[in-house]
């Protein structure tokens, strides 16, 4: 065809990107991969095929790993990683810096061959993917080289067990790789069994980046080799990028382990449009947002939420944007869709679709030949309790409805288990400043879509899994403080001649919506004093209580978006009032431990107040420096509902300093105090009473910690659970979170010095956050 007629016809021609470079790699390795330990390739006794999806044609033939293979990987990165944690800052800077530089000087083969092995356009592996990728090992580079000036307190976690999807091979591997050696750790990563290419890839400039052997493991196979990295005793961290069903099952193989745990998962994502936004750039935005890499997107825009003012206008403009949609050939960089990853997926899109009662669009486009194909689908006129309105499709179709007000967005946006992103478009950017935070999600797009960078956090919110990957607070999972905690001792009470508290058949009731009640079960215990003399008896709670408390917790969902001076200021309260009985609460603590030490506790405890009160208005967000023109603003969340199980080591100082936290970040929470202290913590019923402290914020329930930590770990309303328990329930606790897959805080077993560093500081703090980016473009 001559240009001339190009341009009287306005058709795109073909523009194929050449493959030959990427062959000739896969013939210098005889087509044939094994797995890459220890700085070396190992072969493997057995192999599958790995296929291209856009032509069905065999690529390669991909190792399939054995436990030993495993055992040797994990082996090589222990012994690795105890040289890398002790190197300078520099040091690993200048590694990282490296594999960013082979990355840049690799890209072009790195955008084929991924888009060979996926299936996506070359224009997505050569514009977002490899770029992006690249961008992290820089970004990190200055992250290892700022660790010890800027987190002095933290040290690595160890070896990290890291297994990624199909969808971003080399993107989710930066992701993961980066971060964990900025911070001193070693790595086994194990990529999707039908995407290993790049990884393989990576592997191979790693030795000539300089990267010390057994850094960096690279092992591959289906999924019984992720089972069996999962569950190795010697890997101090998983970090998972998949389903939310397989992260449900790492999160319950896992619980008790010890091990670090973040899971990146699926999502329902709500593409909110307004009457007043650009139209025409909103359906721009729809295409990028759920046909980008042929929807096979964990946070793509995959539910469509339209004004009714304006849905059949926009709805014509998407159909007829559809209707120019371009599928072909992924190596064509004239195309705007490529293949489904495999025949499976492809099957499970159909029959979603295929069962669908709303109306369907599809724009008719021809479909290549050969290979696995799908085209853009739009379903519209949903119900808001159709089963597409909730799963997760994971394919180039997108489920729309409407809604009127923008109260009614919000509560459409979050009808769904999922809370990974949203995008929300408007020219009014007060309304869509006002959605942000109320939206529950860990990312949100303002009239854009798609944005990411290394600097900006990004990870989901409720059963979209929880961790942070990039920015500082990707850090914090791949590190850990460098408090070394002691096995738990229990309390020992020691026999001195004190002044007795007054007890006169006195018996304390639960603390629930702000008013003390009796427990349902109608049972009590009794309390002893340090000579074992009974002293008063408290309640025995039960799971009714914990609904009750539950309840009154939602009734005061207003609590988290508080004033940060109005919690600080009630924290100063609390302070003031402990401090006018600070005699009377060392004393009943003096009866109850024996300790000569009761009033230095209560000291520390109104200091601790202080503390959080102090910090209440300045644990802030920040503004990030992402190369867009665009602000990236990482604002501090409340999680919401927690509940706490206390220690008996220090039985007030335990309480304030786990209680002071959660009210100061805006969050509510239910406390359990020590089980052979609680009377303390009971006594500052009165001082939460006079101190204008909201109804249901804080509730406080005495009972046997084995009891009330499963249901409070199970319960689908409480968000997240603390342990500092002396009973070991920190496995009972993360099991029975996958519920709703909560976050959890536990000690394992080990004791914590409250009146140390140990006991208070960011740690606590940023337990008690989730960290939410929002993403705000500017600009013309």
Not at 354 to 383: N, W
């Amino acid at each position: 065809m001559q240009i001339k007629n190009i341009f009287d016809k306005m058709d795109y021609g073909e523009a194929p990107e050449s493959a030959r470079e990427a062959q000739n790699w896969l013939k210098s390795h005889n087509y044939t991969f094994g797995n890459f330990i220890n700085g070396k390739w190992k072969q493997c006794e057995d192999h599958f095929n790995t296929v291209n999806p856009a032509d069905d044609q065999v690529l390669a033939k991909i190792g399939q790993s054995s436990p030993s293979d495993i055992d040797s990987a994990v082996k090589a990165a222990r012994a690795a990683q105890k040289k890398w944690s002790k190197e300078s800052d520099h040091a690993r800077a200048r590694i990282l810096y490296a594999i960013a530089r082979l990355l840049q000087k690799n890209s072009r083969l790195f955008s084929v061959l991924e888009t060979l092995d996926n299936g996506k356009p070359i224009r997505e592996s050569r514009d977002i993917d490899i770029p992006l990728a690249q961008r992290h090992f820089y970004y990190h580079a200055g992250m290892a080289q700022l660790m010890q000036a800027e987190l002095p307190k933290r040290s690595p976690i160890g070896v990290c067990g890291q297994i990624i999807p199909w969808n971003f091979p080399l993107l989710m591997l930066s992701w993961k790789i980066a971060p964990a050696i900025a911070m001193g750790n070693a790595v086994v990563l194990k990529p999707a069994e039908y995407t290993s290419l790049t990884a393989l890839l990576f592997a191979e400039i790693c030795t000539s980046a300089g990267v010390p052997n057994g850094l960096i493991n690279i092992v591959t196979g289906d999924g019984k080799v992720g089972e069996i990295i999962v569950g190795h005793k010697d890997i101090n961290k998983i970090a998972f990028t998949g389903s939310t069903e397989v992260g449900k099952l790492i999160r319950e193989r896992t619980a008790g382990s010890g091990k670090s745990l973040t899971l990146e998962l699926g999502g329902k994502s709500p593409f909110v449009v307004f009457d007043d936004a650009d139209l025409d750039s909103a359906v721009e935005g729809v295409v990028d947002a759920i046909w980008f890499n042929q929807g096979q997107v964990c946070c793509a825009g995959s539910r469509l939420l339209v004004h009714e003012a304006i849905s059949e206008k926009f709805y014509n403009k998407l159909r007829n944007r559809m209707k120019n949609l371009r599928l072909g050939s992924p190596l064509d960089k004239s195309i705007d869709m490529g293949a489904i990853i495999d025949k499976k997926q492809h099957k499970k899109i159909s029959g979603m679709v295929s069962q669908t009662q709303g109306k369907v669009f599809q724009a008719g486009s021809p479909l290549p030949q050969e290979g696995c194909f799908f085209p853009p689908t739009l379903i519209t006129e949903l119900h808001t309790a159709d089963p597409l309105m909730h799963e997760e499709i994971f394919g180039p179709v997108l489920v729309s409805t409407t809604f009127r007000t923008p109260s009614e967005a919000i509560e459409l946006s979050n009808n769904t288990t999922f809370g990974l992103a949203a995008s929300v478009w408007s020219e009014n950017i007060n309304l869509c400043l006002e959605l942000a935070p109320k939206i529950k999600a860990g990312v949100i797009w303002i009239n854009g879509t798609n944005m990411f960078d290394a600097a900006a956090g990004f990870g989901g919110v409720k059963q979209s899994g929880f961790g942070r990957e990039g920015g500082w607070e990707g850090l914090l999972a791949y590190s850990k403080p460098k408090n070394q905690f002691s096995p738990k001792i229990k309390s020992t009470l020691v026999k001195n001649q004190i002044r007795k508290a007054d007890y006169i058949d006195r018996t304390a009731k639960l603390y629930i919506g702000g008013k003390q009640c009796r427990p349902d079960s109608g049972y009590s215990q009794s309390i002893f004093d340090h000579n074992g003399k009974p002293v008063t008896q408290v309640p025995l709670s039960n799971r009714k209580d914990i609904r009750n408390a539950v309840e009154a917790m939602n009734s005061a969902k207003n609590w988290s978006h508080s004033t940060a001076h109005l919690r600080a200021q009630i924290l100063y309260y609390m302070a003031e009032n402990l401090s006018a009985r600070k005699a009377e609460f060392a004393n009943t603590l003096q009866a109850l431990t024996g300790r000569s030490d009761a009033q230095t506790e209560v000291e520390q405890s109104i200091q601790r107040l202080f503390f959080y009160a102090a910090w209440s208005d300045k644990f802030d967000g920040s503004a990030r420096s992402v190369p867009l023109k665009a602000v990236a603003l990482v604002m501090k969340e409340a999680i919401g509902n927690c509940g706490v199980l206390c220690d008996d080591q220090y039985p007030l100082l335990g309480f304030i300093s786990v209680m002071a936290p959660l009210f100061a970040t805006g969050n509510r929470s239910i406390i359990i105090p020590s089980e052979t202290f609680s009377p303390i913590v009971t006594d500052f019923y009165q001082v939460l009473d006079t101190s204008d402290v909201p109804p249901g914020s804080i509730n406080i329930l005495t009972g046997k910690h084995a009891d009330l930590a499963i249901e409070l770990a199970g319960h689908m309303d409480i968000e997240s659970v603390w342990s500092f328990s002396p009973s070991d329930v920190s496995r009972d606790i993360e099991k029975a979170s996958v519920s709703n897959l909560k976050r959890t805080w536990v000690n394992n077993g080990c004791g914590r010095d409250w009146n140390s560093e140990e006991g208070f500081g960011r740690e606590f703090l940023e337990n008690a956050t989730e960290n939410k980016t929002i993403w705000i473009p500017y600009g013309e």
